[in-house]
């Protein structure tokens, strides 16, 4: 049997992404097979794997099925999953990674069903190959993932490793970043493809404004890596992956058609950002300067511009909050004419305190807060 002739992949996301990573895989030429609220189902062979892992902005993890079974306690999972041949997919010298999530009164925790799964891969390897893997929770070599539902198990191999959103730029994150495949749904969500200039006051640590120069240069943000839980599994092959990233890399853009602006008051957030811009190799493209968000350069035209203020958590600092988001709303009306505004935010009472009324309202999950993508038609 050739564990690697399945012809479907399934895609996670973070929740309220999911339109957004569908329309990515659509402009791919990927067939939805299903989706749920975290993600979809796609008809794609393993490798394939390859380059959605090189190539999606959306999503999290690229797993590849490995086996569904129906399983009513431990020794049977420990038995379902001895029960395939591991000694063709992962080698003993490699570190392996097991995550599960557990819907099931079956086990008490996610803790036990990892260490069957783990314990039942181990075994395995011991009785065919006469070594074991070494084993903890780092997802930086092989990772099994395993879903268990009511009475029903699927498991899966993470081709991804870590998650995607970890692009590996990030070397000098400020307060409360964004997720980078957040900030590139919340892009998307916008309608940013690059052809309009994007303006990001209160910029923090930069994400929003790199992911939109890497939308905007066509540039695969898996470049930027150079580990993938592809690259810990037997039948990787390094010289197709090289193939295809001097592909991928040979499709970008040269330049940005329009520009990028992101400012921040404090100096120390923007020079992380530059630091992370230089490390995802866009410093240069992007205009970054030291400013209260009021007196944010704004180009000529249409545009996009898009803030993700605080949200407060205690009353103090949400009164303080409500004169910030006030303010938001005077900039938007005084010196905004003509541009599309957003404010992405966690707080629906801050929200009202903008004042402008709102063409559309689009739910994401930031950090378990359910948030809004609020859109505002600034009209001359």
Known sequence: MNIFSNTSLTVSCGPGSVPYLREELRKMGYTILSEHDRGVEIEASWEDALRLNLC?????HVMYPLKKFPCRG????YREVAALAWEEIIDPSEYLSVVSVIETGRVKNSMFANQKVKDAIVDRLVKKCGKRPSSGPNRDNAVVDLFWNRDDCWLYLDT????LSDRGYRTMPHAAPLRETLAAALLF???YDGS???????????????????IALNRAPGL?????????????????????????NGRG???LPARIIATDIDRRAIDAAKINARAAGVETLIEFSVCDFAETPLPTGKGIIMLNPEYGVRLGEEAELGRQYRSIGNFFKQKCA???GYIFTGNPRLAKQVGLRTSRKMIFFNAGIECRLLEYHLYD
Request: proline share 5%.
């Open 253 to 255: 853009r040269g330049g």
């Open 74 to 77: 431990p020794d049977e999972l």
């Open 196 to 214: 309009v200039p994007l303006v990001n006051p209160m910029c923090g640590s930069g994400t929003l404004a790199i992911e939109a120069a890497l």
């Open 224 to 248: 930027l890596r150079d580990n993938f839980g592809f690259m810990h599994v037997k039948n990787f092959d390094g010289k197709k992956w090289r193939a295809l990233r001097e592909e991928m």
């Open 160 to 163: 991804s490793g870590n998650k």
């Open 338 to 340: 003509g541009h599309t």
């Open 189 to 191: 969500a916008a309608g």
């Open 56 to 60: 999606l902005r959306t999503a999290l």
